[in-house]
């Protein structure tokens, strides 16, 4: 069976054996959002497991544009990423989709949009995208 899962990132950490002192946090909180070359981990947690044909639905209901080509990703590329830059695109192309979608694929539009929220309140934050099979 193939499937599209999501993953959300929850943890992040410097591999190092120091603590990190309370003064330093937003120094390094900066470091992590710059890259990883600095030896930071991302830890990623499945925050959505999804029917590769619900998953089809679900693109089918999207309204053509940037956003649908976005999610369009994991069926073509086999992995997305999606951070701060694309929530408000899926905000928006999830609210015209919802009212046409059947239940399943609005379950997922829900799902989706709790983890665009938790984006938006912390930047730091990204989801990544992958079909399994």
Known sequence: MTEVVFYQLR?????RAEDIPETAKEVVYHA?????????????RPMLRVDDAVFD??????PAGEARRKLEGV??????MVDRTHTRLLFSAFAEARPTLDAEAAAIVERLGAALAAIEAEPAV?????RLQ
């Open 11 to 15: 943890d992040k950490f410097l591999e």
């Open 32 to 44: 992590l959002a710059i890259g990883h070359h600095v030896g930071v981990f991302d830890c990623f």
């Open 57 to 62: 639905r679900l693109l089918d209901g999207l």
């Open 75 to 80: 069926k073509r590329f086999g992995e997305i």
């Open 126 to 130: 990204y989801l990544m995208g992958r």
